[in-house]
């Protein structure tokens, strides 16, 4: 299967065929630093499966293995390498993928770190929009 996705602005694509090694929730706080965000949904994909089709992303590394590669003109997260925990793979944010629906998260990771809350977060009110 192809999917392809990209940054808000439109600057950065890439596309990735396949299917995924593992799509996950990461409730690291290396996630929740980089993204603002209590946790990201990651697929991660065989890095030969994996190509930027259009602008360039800019990266960052909190710690020197794990890099952040994101739209240096929007800010939006894309994608993740880490080859010392995730040897030749690439790990894409799900939500900056053109249909984010296509690929359902199979597990929760790195809740040792997990923000408290969140873990009844499911068992909130719901509004279509804002609340009336």
Not at 66 to 94: K, M, W
Request: net charge negative.
């Amino acid at each position: 299967m192809k999917l392809e996705g990209g940054c808000q602005c439109g600057a950065v694509r890439y596309s990735v065929e396949g299917e995924p090694q593992h799509v996950a929730f990461c409730h690291c706080a290396d996630c929740q630093k980089s993204s603002g965000a209590p946790a990201v949904a990651w697929a991660a994909y065989a890095a030969d499966d994996f190509a930027v089709t259009a602008g360039a992303a800019s990266s960052y590394s909190s710690n020197g293995d794990a890099i952040r590669h994101f739209c240096p003109t929007c800010g939006s997260g894309l994608y993740y390498v880490n080859e010392a925990v995730l040897p030749g793979l690439v790990d894409i944010q799900v939500a900056s993928l053109d249909k984010p629906d296509t690929l359902q998260p199979q597990a929760h990771i790195q809740v040792a770190e997990r923000i408290s809350w969140m873990k009844h977060a499911a068992s909130l009110p719901e509004f279509e929009r804002y609340p009336g």
